[in-house]
């Protein structure tokens, strides 16, 4: 661990904290204190925090990665894969040849990404994430435009400042995008900066898919990319119940279950 070179905050140093669980699945107190730049105090309070959204497990003097951390994209790819593969084919069934598309990283949107491939042709798809621009690049017919930004090796894609800013001279017809987590108040992401890219896809297109299996189903994760509004609809494996479900309806959006 190397300490940082600007004061972070404190948004910026729960994603931190989460992405360093990711590569060391213990840490001090003291160590996120001289990692971060901040008191010891300070960390106390931010683990507390998430340990209460589920996103690390506090232990006496530090934290620990949680057992339902969400790992790699690498392998995700292997888990829950003929979920991923039926709703990826009931989502593809929404594509039109000659659509413009938005397609976030994830490993839902890759398989979606392989079955358009596969099954549409003319489309012009933008993205951050390479597997799905690979996957796509596979068929001749479709153009795949591929955003700038810092590259993040862990989940093969790309984001930052500069994603955003690209994003915002490109408009589509739809968004697909995968989910750490789904909660009443929305979709999120395990990572700030996809996160913040998620968002920004659903602003630049008229409407947005969220592809997401049954175990995201009340799952906490560290960033919301938007609520459930009528221009949003979740494309999954089994209907939500209890409270996501009625937020979900509240908020005017969809269920296309596969």
Not at 162 to 171: G, H, V
């Amino acid at each position: 661990m190397t300490a940082p070179q600007m004061k972070l905050n404190k948004s910026d140093r729960h994603s931190r904290i989460v992405a360093e669980l990711r590569a060391t699945p213990t840490l001090r107190v003291n160590e996120l204190a001289m990692l971060l730049s901040v008191s010891t105090e300070t960390v106390r309070r931010d683990l507390s925090e998430l340990d209460e959204r589920g996103l690390i497990n506090r232990t006496y003097g530090g934290a620990m990665r949680p057992v339902a951390f969400e790992p790699a994209l690498a392998e995700r790819e292997k888990l829950m894969v003929e979920e991923r593969e039926r709703i990826a084919g009931a989502a593809v069934r929404l594509v039109e040849a000659n659509d413009i598309l938005m397609i976030g990283g994830g490993a839902t949107t890759t398989i979606f990404a392989r079955r358009l491939a596969a099954e549409r042709d003319h489309l012009t798809v933008i993205t951050h994430a390479f597997s799905v621009a690979v996957a796509l690049a596979s068929n001749p017919f479709h153009k795949v435009l591929m955003l700038p930004g810092q590259y993040d090796s862990r989940e093969g894609l790309i984001h930052g400042p500069d994603t955003i800013e690209a994003l915002q001279r490109y408009r589509a017809g739809k968004a697909f995008l995968g989910a750490s987590g789904l909660m009443p108040e929305g979709p999120s992401d395990a990572g700030v900066g996809p996160s913040l890219i998620y968002g920004a896809m659903m602003r630049r297109s008229n409407e947005t898919m969220v592809l997401a299996d049954h175990t995201k189903f009340e799952r906490a994760s560290l960033s919301v990319y938007g609520p459930w509004s009528e221009r949003l609809a979740l494309v999954t494996d089994r209907l939500p119940e209890g409270e996501l479900l009625a937020a979900i309806q509240r908020g005017g959006s969809r269920c296309i279950v596969a």
